[in-house]
């Protein structure tokens, strides 16, 4: 993920995938990463992955587990990005304001990381 400019922070300080303090990209999508590696270069903004494919997460098809979901931290220049240039498309069941690219990525503002999911 350094090669792409992108940051990873684990609050446990670990990538183990079956241990939820770990944030792991093991068996993450290759589409996943390229698009966090697309919002990265259109936005110019930093991006950290603070969530992957690591246990703990809620379940189903387009899940963290299944490689579909990536958590990014919340920071002035990426929220302003993802609210100015997505379509606002209403709250989740949780409250979460979410936001659909144009190539219908999901991205929802949870409290205090961006939930995304590629498609």
């Known amino acids: 993920v350094?090669?792409?400019?992108?940051g990873i922070s684990s609050s446990g300080g670990c990538s183990d995938r079956n241990n939820r303090r770990c944030t792991s990209l093991d068996t993450i999508r290759v589409q996943t990463i390229n698009g966090v590696?697309?919002?990265?270069?259109?936005?110019g903004c930093p991006i950290t992955v603070t969530g992957g494919t690591e246990t703990g997460h809620a379940g189903g098809p387009n899940s963290h587990w299944n490689g579909y979901k990536v958590d990014?931290?919340?920071?002035?220049?990426i929220d302003g990005y993802i609210t100015r240039?997505?379509?606002y498309i209403?709250?989740?069941g949780d409250g979460s304001a979410q936001y659909r690219s144009a190539a219908g990525n999901i991205y929802a503002?949870?409290?205090n990381h961006?939930?995304?999911?590629y498609f």
């Open 37 to 43: 590696i697309t919002l990265r270069n259109g936005s």
């Open 114 to 117: 961006w939930d995304i999911t």
């Open 85 to 87: 240039n997505f379509a």
């Open 109 to 111: 503002r949870e409290g």
């Open 72 to 77: 990014i931290s919340l920071n002035s220049c």
């Open 90 to 92: 209403g709250r989740r």
């Open 2 to 6: 350094e090669f792409c400019s992108l």
